[in-house]
């Protein structure tokens, strides 16, 4: 599903305009981003858990030059999708293989 | 701080920063989440704009094992829900992450481990005491000698040799010290020796301390005399070779200049002997190279030729002149240096039929000689 399709469906749904839609999704995934620097995590019952964990620092080599650099440690989001989906996706497995054949 | 937002929270601070009311962002949230859990089982991905993308991905059976019981499962084939995060979300998460704490950028410098290694033994503690000692002692005198301005170090080093042959004791000394110096390993362990080492030392400080008082009386006339030595030598020597230059070229011998002529008139007869001479004669490569190359990965005999005449048909000339180091033309070692000739202009002369027809005879001659392709 693209994010045209998405936005369309929700205004579907919502009786909003398209923009409005839009407007909202670009608030609350900014809303999310912020949160998530300040290390909170977004769990959203029936979804999932939004988080974040430092990546270690590791070296990296320049193939050319042959130098070696630090990168340095990053923050990663994760997200860790919720049992009940787990449940649920072993049930539409098969659908699913179905569908994508 | 590493507080868990739940829904409502969410809800809350996303009203807060839009203008919104909380009715609407209450239902546009439910609705987004439900709608794209819904997609996900039909479509098998999602794709938000600023978020990221929920993919799934299908996962194959494997065997396990139950930690219980022991007895080997078989995990079935599923789907596994995905997240990887947008590029925009990245950039938010790691411009402020990046201002708690500082990336770091840096070169490591490469180490010589070699160096390193090199052990120290165990003994040198006992020796180092007398051994700094006599380090602070010289360089009191070197201080001394620079504080007067006068003397340089180089003239106390010459200074020092003449002092020693005339007391015979402290040029001892000081071959004991620098024996202590160069292998303190081979000293033994016993405190007896240690003894010795110290009244070695106080020995050794009277000397310098001799020394020292020495080195005030300006002394300079070895100095003088070696450089004086030193200078006439210098100017003999450039005499000399000024000398036997000229008499080389400034004065020619009258017989030396007959041959010149000679000479001169011998070449000027071959010219246009050469002139007239067919190609075959000019086929073979002059002596003076081009250039010379050493062959490194992805060279070729082709490359080599285009680069320096123009042609990759020409290999044949450059392989004319490495014959002796190199096996075949489609086997050369790395590393092998390989003279480029230079050739007359009529050889590698493109738009001259004549030469190219050489040239791919030479060619053909060779891939039968060296079973090459074609």
Excluded at chain 2, 232 to 247: D, E, H, N, P, Q
Aim: charged residues 30%.
């Amino acid at each position: 599903m693209n994010h045209k399709e998405l936005v369309k469906e929700l205004s579907k749904r919502l009786d909003m305009d398209s923009e409005q839609i839009e407007n909202m999704l670009q608030i609350t995934c900014k809303q999310i981003g912020c949160q998530l620097v300040e290390n909170n995590q977004i769990s959203i019952q029936g979804f999932g858990i939004f988080d974040t964990k430092r990546s270690n620092p590791r070296t990296m080599v320049n193939p050319l030059t042959k130098q070696r650099t630090i990168t340095s440690s990053k923050l990663v989001v994760v997200f860790k999708p919720s049992a009940l989906i787990k449940e649920k996706l072993k049930e539409v497995k098969n659908y699913i293989n179905i569908l994508l054949r | 701080m590493n507080k868990k937002i739940s829904l409502p929270e969410l809800i809350d601070l996303v009203t807060k920063g839009s203008n919104y009311k909380r009715k609407e962002i209450e239902l546009f949230l439910t609705d987004l989440f439900e709608l794209i859990e819904e997609r996900i089982y039909q479509d098998g991905m999602v794709k938000i704009k600023g978020l990221g993308i929920f993919k799934l991905i299908p996962v194959e059976e494997r065997k396990s094992v139950n930690v219980n019981t022991g007895a080997e499962i078989i995990i079935a084939a599923h789907q596994k829900l995905t997240f990887t995060p947008d590029q925009e979300l990245k950039a938010i998460v790691n411009e402020n992450g990046m201002a708690n704490e500082p990336i770091e950028t840096y070169a490591i410098p490469v180490v010589e481990y070699v160096e390193q290694r090199v052990d120290i033994p165990t003994d040198i503690e006992k020796i180092e005491e007398p051994a700094d000692e006599i380090d602070d002692r010289k360089e009191e005198i070197y201080l001394t000698t620079v504080s007067d301005g006068q003397v340089e170090t180089n003239q106390i080093k010459e200074e020092e040799r003449l002092d020693q042959p005339i007391d015979s004791e402290p040029e001892v000394v000081t071959d004991k010290k620098q024996e202590s110096k160069q292998d303190p390993v081979m000293l033994p362990h016993d405190p007896k020796h240690h003894v010795f080492l110290a009244e070695e030392v106080e020995r050794l400080k009277k000397q310098l301390n001799e020394a020292q008082t020495l080195l005030h009386i300006p002394n300079k006339k070895p100095s003088f005399w070696l450089g004086l030595f030193a200078g006439i030598l210098f100017m003999i020597s450039v005499g000399y070779t000024c000398w036997y230059a000229g008499w080389l070229n400034l004065i020619p011998d009258p017989v030396s200049v007959e041959n010149m002529h000679e000479q001169r008139e011998l070449e000027s007869a071959s010219e246009p002997a050469m002139s007239d001479a067919d190609l075959q004669k000019l086929n073979q490569p002059i002596s003076a190279n081009l250039d010379k190359v050493t062959f490194t990965t992805g060279m070729n005999l082709f490359k080599l030729s285009t680069k320096y005449y123009g042609h990759r048909l020409f290999w044949v000339y450059i392989f004319d002149a490495n014959k002796e180091h190199i096996d075949s033309p489609n086997n050369i070692r790395i590393g092998t240096e390989i003279v480029i000739p230079r050739l007359d202009s009529t050889l590698i002369d493109i738009k001259n039929p004549e030469a190219m027809t050489k040239a791919k005879k030479l060619q053909s001659e060779y891939y039968l000689k060296y079973n090459l392709g074609k």
